[in-house]
């Protein structure tokens, strides 16, 4: 098979990746924020966080294309390493990807923390762990499938994003050009062989992973009890 | 600053509408039950002690250590103190030996000095054949159990149990009690027991607190608030008091145990031998009536020679009466539960000698010893 096929699939695994570890790292103490503060404003960050899930890809790529380029703050953010801009950057991509798959990723962890509950980190606080021990060594671990299903579908969705990377990655190969815009491409130029071969892995990749993360769920819940 | 072996706590504050003011002192070694109706404010009070939970104003001490006053609020973690909930609360991703050891290494690593060791622990609450399992697998009975080890491994100075037989059946509830008696007999730490149980408190505490409304409304020791026909635990239908006793014979013959009390002896269709044990023995107020001579001819065992020492009229038509055993009536204080019009009839007053005609007297829970000689 051609490089040129092979492209667009590691730039989109490298994104997604990337995307995924970014969002969990941040996601994490959000998702923990939005799940036990007492904060009555916190339901309009929740709701900043889900907006990508109702606004037009095209909606979010534009503001996200002004806010990366020369005179948004992801100029400014470039011109730190003599860069002009970050739109039609992978950089650029990766920001755009940990924004418009923040709701997925939030909102399970967010929905894992709070079916914790308060009683098991009322009992670690019993036995002497401090906070940050009780959030590490108790709710962590006890919001584990809430991670498994944050990661699975913040990739997935990263790799299946196809708007807001055409509004501000274009099609720039090795730098933005990632699968769901090659396909569309090849649609366009009337390569039906290439797009069969990448749209197809697609169907093939996304079975696997719903039907993986079920799997993986209905195993867990019984090993809980 | 707070008398050593002496428990003093006070909380104020509102717990949603309701005001909370609760205030009380205890000996810090033994049980002491803190009963009430639900809502009374138990839980607000135990949550308060572990520093769970705030009200505006606070004070605890155990012994010379002060936990909590105006300017000092330690947190949950820095208190030394176990914890049972009324659910076993678990941690369900760890197996039960990983359960026990989260509170005693963190502990550990505090640097308490750890006079409760991890063996001890497993024998006392028997918890060896499950050491590998998950909690997920175990029934709530044991699992309680492995609650209750926990919370003994983290070495604490003082042991707090929130209704912890409140979620079990009754025969999960007959498998803990003799464990909880163990706990008591074995360990040298003071119990914060919370209940609406009575006939949980009167088998293993020996301190009472009794409270109504977020408040304290009557504090001492078991067998003198038992024995005062004022209170609200005198009028429940199972009303009756709860006393040590130790054995002094035994009649094979008939099978008959005889037990002291202070001021009197009580016959037990039983065997508790060796002499000396140690017993707690149960006598309701239903269960006793009284007479102005010994009854001849009569098919009762215990007719205990007493003094009325007050008494306390119930309902309409009932009086509740106190009686001192001995002669003199300085012994142990039982209760009769009579009519208004025995009372009339026979002339009763504080004061008069009295015959107690005991019906029946039953043996609370075995010490934990007992079932491990």
């Known amino acids: 098979m051609p490089a040129e096929i092979w492209g667009p699939v590691f730039l989109t695994l490298r994104l997604a990746t990337l995307s995924t570890v970014i969002l969990l790292v941040l996601g994490t103490p959000l998702a923990w924020w939005l799940a036990r503060a007492q904060a009555r404003w916190k339901e309009a960050v929740a709701t900043l966080v889900a907006l990508p899930l109702v606004l037009p890809p095209t909606v979010l790529g534009f503001y996200l294309l002004i806010g990366l380029g020369p005179s948004g703050p992801g100029g400014w953010l470039a011109g730190l390493w003599g860069g002009r801009s970050l739109a039609f950057t992978f950089e650029g991509l990766v920001i755009g990807s940990v924004l418009y798959s923040m709701p997925f990723v939030v909102q399970p962890l967010r929905n894992a923390f709070e079916a914790v509950g308060d009683r098991p980190l009322e009992v670690a606080a019993t036995l002497r762990a401090a906070p940050l021990d009780r959030f590490l060594t108790v709710a962590l671990p006890l919001a584990r499938p809430g991670f498994l299903t944050g990661a699975v579908l913040g990739f997935a969705h990263t790799v299946g994003e196809f708007g807001v990377v055409l509004m501000i990655g274009g099609n720039i190969p090795g730098e933005t050009r990632v699968l769901s815009v090659a396909i569309y491409d090849y649609v366009e130029t009337l390569q039906w062989p290439r797009a069969h071969l990448l749209a197809g892995g697609m169907l093939v990749f996304s079975f696997v992973v719903i039907l993986g993360m079920t799997l993986l769920e209905k195993r867990i819940g019984r090993a809980r009890g | 600053m707070n008398a050593p072996g002496q428990i003093s706590a006070r909380f104020r504050g509102r717990r949603g509408n309701f005001p909370v003011d609760l205030e009380f002192r205890a000996p810090a070694r033994g049980v002491t039950a803190l009963f009430g109706p639900s809502g009374c404010g138990k839980t607000t009070l135990l949550r308060c002690i572990a520093g769970l939970q705030r009200l505006e104003e606070g004070y605890f001490a155990l012994g010379g250590a002060v936990w909590q006053d105006g300017r000092r609020f330690l947190p949950p973690h820095k208190r030394p103190v176990g914890y049972v909930f009324q659910e076993a609360s678990l941690f369900s991703h ?39 399992r998950a909690p997920a697998t175990l029934s709530g009975g044991e699992r309680q159990r492995v609650a209750m080890g926990r919370a003994l491994l983290s070495n604490p100075g003082v042991l707090l149990m929130d209704e912890p037989l409140a979620a079990l059946d009754q025969f999960s509830k007959n498998e803990i009690l ?76 008939y099978g008959l145990t005889t037990l002291a009390v202070a001021g009197g002896e009580i016959i037990l269709a039983n065997d508790l031998q060796p002499a000396g044990a140690e017993h707690r023995i149960r006598i309701a107020a239903a269960d006793v009536s009284l007479s102005r001579q010994p009854v001849p001819g009569s098919t009762i065992l215990n007719v205990l020679p007493g003094r009325i020492m007050g008494a306390e009229p119930q309902e309409e038509f009932m009086m509740l009466v106190v009686i001192g055993l001995g002669e003199d009536g300085a012994g142990a204080r039982i209760m009769a539960r009579i009519t208004r019009r025995s009372w009339d009839h026979l002339q009763l007053a504080p004061g008069q000698p009295v015959f107690a005609q005991v019906k029946s007297v039953s043996l609370t829970l075995p010490t934990g010893g007992a079932d491990t000689a």
């Open chain 2, 94 to 132: 760890l197996s039960v030996r990983r359960n026990l050891q989260y509170g005693q290494r963190r502990a550990a690593k505090g640097g308490a000095d750890q006079p409760i060791r991890f063996d001890d622990v497993i024998d006392l609450l028997g918890l060896a054949p499950m050491m590998e």
């Open chain 2, 178 to 253: 003799p464990y909880l008696a163990r706990i008591r007999d074995r360990l040298p730490l003071p119990i914060l027991y919370v209940s609406h149980d009575i006939t949980e408190v009167e088998r293993l505490a020996d301190h009472l607190i009794l409270l109504r409304a977020g408040r304290v409304s009557a504090a001492g020791p078991l067998e003198v608030l038992q024995a005062d026909p004022t209170l609200a635990i005198a009028r429940l239908p199972q009303a009756g008091v709860a006393l040590p006793a130790r054995t002094i014979g035994y009649d094979p013959a």
